[in-house]
């Protein structure tokens, strides 16, 4: 079953961190641009950052510093270490795996930051 499963979210307090995982399976994510995004409730998704095959990464300025994507392409694993967390980072952030024939999302998992 070709699918990506976000697991690691939950309630922490403002200045705590939380690391994502997002497991791919059905696909290898090896030469993909593996990417997270976050949905706040009543927002639009919104993208938060990337890594690409070759392991550069971008990131929105509202989580620059604070937040780290990384991969582990033989795991088929990628990750976001979110550290400095704040009230307005809560959210559901979703995993997103990109190739030349598919764009591939997981059900997302919820992150609330407490003030």
């Known amino acids: 079953q070709v699918q990506l499963v976000e697991s690691g979210g939950g309630l922490v307090q403002a200045g705590g961190s939380l690391t994502l995982s997002c497991a791919a399976s059905?696909?290898?994510?090896?030469?993909?641009?593996m990417g997270w995004y976050r949905q706040a409730p009543g927002k639009q998704r919104e993208w938060v950052t990337t890594i690409t095959s070759g392991g550069r990464t971008y990131y929105a300025d509202s989580v620059k510093g604070r937040f780290t994507i990384s991969r582990d392409n033989a795991k088929n694993m990628a990750y976001l270490r979110m550290n400095s967390l704040k009230p307005e980072d809560t959210a559901v952030y979703y995993c997103?795996?990109?190739?030349?024939?598919?764009?591939?999302w997981g059900q997302g998992t919820q992150v609330a930051v407490s003030s």
């Open positions: 059905g696909i290898s994510i090896s030469i993909n641009t």
């Open positions: 997103n795996s990109i190739s030349a024939s598919y764009n591939l």
